[in-house]
């Protein structure tokens, strides 16, 4: 084999497994028989000359001419992209896939909503839509765009405010007509406390009065979850009290199945953002999704975009 085998299906097959770091994961995401995978990376050394990646039984790593290598095909594979793009004009930018990680509940109630409005806008735009409350690698699990709810700390990501969640404390009145409806932060003390297990500090509120002044509450119950919609389901049955996104619970309450508790004070509002690979930020369909959601998140009901809110 000569230079000239070294096809962009090659290199963008050895760009995926060196992100991944795992054959059979790119075989699944590709379409593809793990053979074929096998076969692509061959033939690419055989081309290049040299041993791209090192394999073991468990992984496949990158050598150090693989790493080289590597950062050159991103730069290819970007560059070829744009490039048909701007060919294909606006055509081009409403073809192809894009996928999109998303914070679980929320993209389930209401981003796989606006995906559908997107697509209908978009009929030749693919989604692929990952929901997890889980921090993914987006690189590594071949992510263009995240909407991640919390504070963001990888820096090495593009980031777009989306706004500010509006949360509140709520309650089935069955469970308040049975404990008591507290009147005052401390009357939370003793108060069954439904809690989300994967946020840091559940254990204590911070309520601010319309007085300007704040309490910090101790908060427990003997129910913990991991996911928005097991909260839901919770408050429904009434297992206690919750602090939680009005974007979560809006429907409920205004069906009147959950009631405000404490309406005269508030809780800290969360960040709400999208990451974006910025390897991806610059084809055209991801910056049209881009401008689409970060337009129609905004207009959800407890969605504040004043920066910097608490």
């Known amino acids: 084999m000569d230079k000239s085998d070294i096809t962009l299906e090659r290199m963008r097959t050895f760009a995926r497994v060196a992100e991944r770091g795992s054959l059979s994961a790119v075989a699944r995401e590709l379409g593809v028989g793990q053979s074929t995978v096998t076969r692509h990376l061959r033939e690419l050394e055989e081309a290049v000359g040299v041993p791209l990646l090192s394999r073991t039984t468990r992984r496949v790593m990158m050598t150090d ?26 055509r081009g930018a409403q073809a192809g896939t894009i996928r999109v990680s998303c914070t679980a509940a929320f993209g389930v109630l209401h981003v796989s909503r606006l995906i559908f ?23 590594r699990e071949g992510i263009d765009v995240a909407i991640r709810l919390g504070p963001v700390s990888d820096s090495s990501m593009r980031m777009k405010a989306l706004g500010q969640s509006r949360r509140l404390l709520v309650a089935a009145p069955a469970y308040l007509a049975e404990r008591g409806r507290p009147a005052t932060p401390q009357e939370l003390i003793g ?24 309490h ?5 119950g003997r129910l913990r ?17 919750v602090p939680a996104h ?6 409920l309450l205004e069906a009147g199945r959950i009631e405000a508790v404490l309406p005269g004070y508030s809780l800290p509002f969360v ?31 407890g969605m504040d975009r004043s920066p910097n809110r608490q």
């Open 65 to 90: 001419e693989g790493s080289r290598y590597y950062a050159r095909s991103v730069e290819i594979l970007r560059l070829v992209e744009q490039a048909s793009d701007e060919v294909r004009g606006t």
């Open 117 to 139: 409005a997107f697509q209908d806008l978009f009929p030749e735009i693919g989604i692929d839509l990952s929901l997890s409350d889980e921090r993914v690698d987006l690189v």
């Open 191 to 214: 108060h069954e406390g439904i809690r989300m297990s994967n946020v840091s500090g559940s254990e204590t509120l911070a309520l601010q009065g319309r007085d300007g002044k704040y």
């Open 216 to 220: 910090a509450v101790p908060f427990g």
């Open 225 to 241: 979850v991991d996911h928005g919609l097991a909260v839901r389901e919770a408050l429904i049955a009434g297992r206690g009290i």
């Open 246 to 251: 009005r974007w979560l619970v809006g429907d």
């Open 271 to 301: 960040p709400l953002n999208m990451l974006i690979v910025p390897e991806r930020a610059g084809i055209s369909r991801v910056r049209l999704l881009i401008d689409f959601l970060a337009n129609e998140i905004g207009k959800l009901p």
